[in-house]
């Protein structure tokens, strides 16, 4: 309530400010999802429903702490909260399950690991040029994830996690001619590949990335190696020739003018009838919520040039290489596949 010189009395809205107060605590909502994947709730709760305190005993912890941690959890459709009395798994809730064949566990306890928590708390800092990663931790984000290599629930594991969810988006939405070489640039362990050739037996491929990163390789998974290579090298340099060149989550981690020149190493290896594929967020500019305008500002907190891009954006650096984009492929997530050729 204001009251005007005139002594009229003015009513305030109060909502907007209330929903300001909300938005301030919803990091409350990720520590406690990640408090679900340390406790391992979910494993307690594969054989059905249970109360708090038969939950809490199984697990020998504090009940009262169960509780308030599952209460905001259950707000948002992770966990259940049934007749006041039982919690149970929801659809949601099983992807916190470590036999979960799509568990995200291993991608929770990295995307709410401190390099994440500390860095984005400076947001701010940005804005003046600092660095506050390498302030904090002394090293990049890649150079310290290398160094916690053999650290469980680290880089590599919360990623492959992430990809595999991922990749069954991407796979469900594109199309592999028969016959063809696809290689993954920058691809890692080789997740994604190893489905694209898994689901595709026409089909070889190229794994290329640095050679400490091939040496962990789950090709063999396949069972045929016979239809895959792995290729050292970087892509700043020289890329295989292959028929489609895959670029999965790499675009966000470089400034412009380094993306140009990897997009202009790719293209110098293609033929004239290869596609090279970015799967990526495409912001919209627009209001609409979407996943890849908080996964810049994630990005941002750890890799200092970090940028997501717009389809006009994309454009921009493609014609830059020599590219141009044939189509934009929606896969009801926060990736698209944008499919692009040589000019």
Not at 39 to 55: F, R, S
Not at 75 to 102: K, M, V, W
Not at 112 to 118: A, H, I, N, R
């Amino acid at each position: 309530m204001n009251v005007q010189s005139n002594n009229r009395i003015e009513t305030i809205d109060m909502q907007p400010a209330l929903h300001v107060l909300e938005q301030t605590i919803g990091f409350v909502f990720q520590a406690a999802l990640r408090a679900a994947v340390q406790l391992n709730i979910a494993d307690h709760l594969t054989q059905g429903a249970k109360t708090i305190h038969q939950l809490a005993d199984s697990m020998n912890v504090d009940a009262k702490i169960i509780k308030k941690i599952l209460r905001v959890l259950a707000t948002r459709n992770i966990f259940t909260c049934q007749g006041g009395t039982h919690y149970a798994l929801t659809p949601e809730a099983a992807f916190l399950c470590s036999d979960h064949p799509y568990s995200l566990r291993p991608a929770i306890l990295w995307l709410t690991d401190k390099t994440f928590w500390l860095t984005s708390a400076r947001f701010a800092q940005f804005a003046y040029g600092r660095k506050p990663f390498e302030e904090l931790f002394g090293a990049t984000f890649f150079e310290y994830w290398e160094k916690k290599a053999s650290q469980p629930d680290g880089f590599d594991e919360g990623q492959a996690s992430l990809s595999k969810i991922e990749n069954e988006f991407i796979l469900q939405n594109y199309t592999f001619p028969q016959n063809i070489i696809v290689a993954d640039i920058a691809g890692g362990l080789g997740n994604l590949l190893l489905e694209v050739l898994a689901r595709n037996p026409s089909l070889k491929g190229i794994l290329f990335d640095k050679k400490h990163v091939l040496e962990k390789n789950i090709l063999s998974k396949l069972n045929d190696n016979t239809r895959w290579k792995l290729q050292s090298g970087s892509f700043f340099e020289q890329c295989p020739e292959a028929d489609i060149y895959l670029l999965k989550y790499i675009t966000h981690d470089w400034p412009d003018d380094k993306l140009v020149e990897i997009f202009k190493t790719i293209r110098n290896a293609m033929k004239p009838t290869s596609k090279l594929l970015i799967m990526d967020a495409v912001i919209p500019e627009d209001n609409a919520p979407h996943f890849g305008k908080e996964l810049e500002l994630i990005c941002l907190s750890v890799i200092h040039d970090s940028n997501e891009r717009t389809k006009n954006e994309f454009m921009e650096l493609f014609s830059q290489a020599g590219l141009r984009i044939t189509q934009i492929i929606p896969t009801n997530s926060h990736i698209s596949i944008i499919e692009t050729v040589p000019i």
